[in-house]
């Protein structure tokens, strides 16, 4: 099991996450002189995202040599309320003034989602240095299901997905690949809903067929005192 913190509500977890971002960033800025950040949507990621577009977090990172990615998108248009890209667009993107050209946005609105997932391929040149994934109640990370046959993906590093349980089904989403290779993976998990998740992920005997978030259960896990009571020991 990689690394659990609990905090005692879902503000704390998120002035944490966000700092544990920041400073993944910096590093990353400071060996290669340019750093990248995988993003996901949901309610859970928004307050650290907010945390990270305000003082003191915002003056941290040279936030014009950082390309923003994301770990799934749905089937919507970029406009739309289930999108992750409109999440990140308004809570971080837009109030730090990050310039198009650094964000990279999966096309989820492509009649073919093929094409889109080849595009965005193109774009992901090596690893992420900051994944931030939350956890569905299913196990799930990314857009990856328990009983995806992308789970045992090694090539590709982004995936269509036609068949999610969770509405709307034809999504896009990175792969094992790329969980696996990112720098810097944080997992924020929020609400007692997850708690049997959490449970599963870290400290039960399934694989990532069952529970997709055994992919990740040695990264960064940052729970609120909820989604963690179902853990033993922690």
Known sequence: MGTVRVFDDETALAAA???AIAMGLARGLEAL???????????????????????????RVDWGRVRF??????????????????LARETLIDPLGIPPRNVHRMKG??????????????????????????????GHVASLFPGSSWLSETKRRV????????????????????????RHVLVLVTGSAKAAAVARALQGG???GQVPGRLVRERDWYLDR???????GV
């Open 33 to 59: 002189g340019r750093a990248s950040i995988g993003l996901s949507g949901g309610r859970t990621p928004a307050p650290a995202y907010r945390a990270l577009a305000a003082e003191p977090l915002r003056s």
């Open 159 to 182: 995936a269509v997905v036609t068949d999610s349980p969770k509405p709307p089904p034809r999504r896009l989403t990175l792969t094992p690949r790329v969980l696996s290779e990112a």
């Open 226 to 232: 909820a989604a963690a009571a179902g853990l033993h």
């Open 206 to 208: 399934e694989g990532p």
């Open 17 to 19: 996450a966000a700092d």
């Open 109 to 138: 609105e492509y009649p073919d989602l093929e094409v889109a997932a080849i595009e965005y391929e193109a774009h992901l040149d090596g690893p992420i240095d900051v994944l931030v994934l939350g956890l569905g109640e299913d």
């Open 69 to 86: 990615y994301f770990a799934d998108e749905r089937a919507v248009p970029p406009g739309d309320p289930e999108s992750n890209f409109r």
